[in-house]
DNA sequence: CTGAAAGCGCTTACAG
DNA sequence: CTGAAAGCGCTTACAG
């Protein structure tokens, strides 16, 4: 900006208004033009840093998801990216794995860089960054989570418990009266939710509670390959919801190495949708987020929050419902019907 | 920091010292303490933005992938991620989804907010940002591919060439006479090399060329529709190689749809590992790349360009061996075998 | 219409 | 052992 200003014979401060098209009706247009143009042979481009220093404004979102090799989470990060980018903010972002040492790890990186605001999948018993949070005025929003002990805090998510409910009507409209859940052994809130969905709604149509299977993350391959044949051999579930994407990819995994009839022997959905679900032989039901939505719901109350700060919040929670998108996997009553379409194409 | 040194009678410059390890030990002990001590009590975090335009460091690395939701490169960024965090750098990275628009805008983002090297995958059409770069002298490393008419760019890739060779060979070695490669039209040196690595080798080991098809990556879906069946009908290839992750789950989807009988009458090998390849009904080989080593080379090459610019480059091109992971669905003599395998396991 | 000047929060060569 | 001062590259209220 100096060497402009120099090589024109005018003030940085000159230079500054024309480029970011300040003052523009009180400055001479010759002027304006020539120092836009030698911008632009000059290849210039403003230091943000300084311009952050100033400003004290980095038009930074900080995201903090769970695993970014998730397809949920690169999805989140994917639309808040485009819909931040809509806004003239760029979005930096970590993977906590569910570790709260990392998370508080991540956000103190975050902060440093002075990011303007925080989308943030909390993990368990990191709850106090909450607290934190709102002491420093930095604008935050949570995602795919919420926390009964920080009610006021803005979240943005699925309402799972009506999502559970809908997968098990569909369950038990399509005859399955032995259901089975596998989910994490985590005291999240969103996962309590839709476990007591299932439960509640397996009481009220299969007068039945459902087999409920909990794993720990760290041993998910070994503890589900145990879970899936105890299911199967000796609780005789006749159908399973895996809660989610990740849990889902071991279970299926381990009924594909079975070679078990999806969905005539056992029938298959899961939360989150997935890839690989093309690669299994039974195309697989699923409760699909609105991920685009509830992104973009996020970004906006969080760019509205910082660029004007003195209004009062509009969200505190805010659920939204899921779809169930169904697939042969959950179907019983299609199974005949692909067993002859698959014999039809046997090659041998 | 201006807090702390009024609050303590001190100069700023004092607790700039003390709080970056500077002097040590010329310093009063008993006031570094006291610096210290007050310093952790009101949970002071230097302002890296300030910082930066100081140093004029940001110990920042900048990474575009072409597509972050794909497990390598997801995989390439949680390894470069850690290892940088281990040098004490952060990483911001973007997707560039093989847009030379989408590239550039995505570099200038990066190189205005500072970062201090650079790791690319450049898109086809976008060696130009090497000669930039290289003006600007900004550190940098090319990933994943390189580039003909920039051959003095450092650059950290498989050794492609080789990869189709131990695929071909495995296949030969499986009996395999008819094998098809499908890739995608691009013009990216890498895929050549992979292409020519196959066909040339084929051409040595079968005394033929193998089956080609080139798809175009925004109709992927559709036409690899025709084009499985056009190979296994028409052309009666009886093994077919994937060149990419994402050319492989549209392949495998199909190949799951129609039901081929893997490896039997089809034998299957990709480049790069997916985790859904566990929910296809054969275990599927796969050419593994040395992901992790190729990520931390292209850390520390890079780290020790910024830290030590005046030293003479050590890389311009670097190709790193794949391993080829043998599962069954490319090895036909463990055909029997499996077939009993799952005719034992099958429940009505 | 334009410029001189202060200041964002740090670092660091220099002086004492 | 410690402090005053300059400066990183910008923005902006103020004066002319």
Redesign the pocket.
Known sequence: ??DI?NEL?????????V??G??T????????ARIKALAAKMN????Q???S????RTNTLGLIVADISNLFYSSIAKYIEEEASAYGYQVIYGSAHESHDRFEQLLNVLLARQVDGLILAIPENAEKSIHELTCINKPFVVIDRKFKNAPKAPSILLDNYDASQQIVKHMAANGYKRPGLITINRKLCHLKERKDGFTTTCKELLKKLPFVYELHEEKLEEEMHHIIRRSLYEDKVDSLCFFTNKIAMAGLSEIAALDVEVPGTLGVVCFDEAEAYKLFKTPVSYLKQPIETMSKAAVSYLINRIEHPKEKPSITIKEFKGTLVVKESSSKRSLSLVKRKNQHLVRS
């Open positions: 900006m100096k200003a014979g005018v003030s940085v401060a000159l230079v500054s208004y480029l970011n300040k003052k009706n009180k400055i001479n247009a010759r002027t304006a210039y481009t403003p230091n840093i300084a311009k220093l100033k400003t004290n």
